[in-house]
T-cell receptor, first 114, second 113 residues
Framework: DADVTQTPRNRITKTGKRIMLECSQTKGHDRMYWYRQDPGLGLRLIYYSFDVKDINKGEISDGYSVSRQAQAKFSLSLESAIPNQTALYFC?????????????FGPGTRLLVL | GESVGLHLPTLSVQEGDNSIINCAYSNSASDYFIWYKQESGKGPQFIIDIRSNMDKRQGQRVTVLLNKTVKHLSLQIAATQPGDSAVYFCAENGVDSSYKLIFGSGTRLLVRP
């Protein structure tokens, strides 16, 4: 979905390096999410934000941090990358709709940690 | 904890046949469900959703059925085409007030020519 963009699309880094993945959206949504996807597995929630001042841990937040700089931007950082963080990372957005909201996903960032 | 799961990890169908992808959910309090399609190298895309006050909803070539009695969700694709080859995820809204979506592990649909 072109309304949700992620940069970079692909990244190779070395163990111990700090890296940042960026997500931007033009949908005007208040909620943003970061997921990781491993081969053959579903999506696991890392962090989510319902507002610029709101940051919440998901089920696998260890080793990650996020920043919600503006409503349209939500960045994910790996403080010290390790090989088991090699995965496909997706950003998603949604608008609060009383429990019936749909999440819209970006194209993903493929990360390889050597 | 509560979870969303799928019966079949891979489904292979002949082009032109109908496909049925199943999903079992364990949270009886969930009241909103979504099916997503993920093509290779792309992010998940919304296909169709259904609220718990419905048992069937139809879209273009797709139908979602909800059986709350047995906590079962299915996605039916009519006249399956090669472009339907993808991984399909079901998702339900979360049990807490944040209504985060909980995703299943996915079913891969392979369409044979």
């Amino acid at each position: 979905d072109a309304d949700v963009t992620q940069t970079p699309r692909n990244r190779i880094t070395k163990t111990g390096k700090r890296i940042m993945l960026e997500c931007s959206q033009t949908k005007g949504h208040d909620r943003m999410y970061w997921y990781r996807q491993d081969p053959g597995l579903g999506l696991r929630l890392i962090y989510y934000s319902f507002d610029v001042k709101d940051i919440n841990k998901g089920e696998i937040s260890d080793g990650y941090s996020v920043s919600r700089q503006a409503q349209a931007k939500f960045s994910l950082s790996l403080e010290s990358a390790i090989p088991n963080q090699t995965a496909l990372y997706f950003c998603a957005t949604s608008r609060w709709a009383g429990g019936q909201e749909t999440q819209y996903f970006g194209p993903g960032t493929r990360l390889l940690v050597l | 904890g509560e979870s969303v799961g799928l019966h079949l990890p891979t489904l292979s169908v002949q082009e032109g046949d109908n496909s049925i992808i199943n999903c079992a959910y364990s949270n009886s309090a969930s009241d909103y469900f979504i099916w997503y399609k993920q093509e290779s190298g792309k992010g998940p895309q919304f296909i169709i959703d259904i609220r718990s006050n419905m048992d069937k909803r139809q879209g273009q070539r797709v139908t979602v059925l909800l059986n709350k009695t047995v906590k079962h969700l299915s996605l039916q694709i009519a006249a399956t085409q090669p472009g339907d080859s993808a991984v399909y995820f079901c998702a339900e809204n979360g049990v807490d007030s944040s209504y985060k979506l909980i995703f299943g592990s996915g079913t891969r649909l392979l369409v044979r020519p």
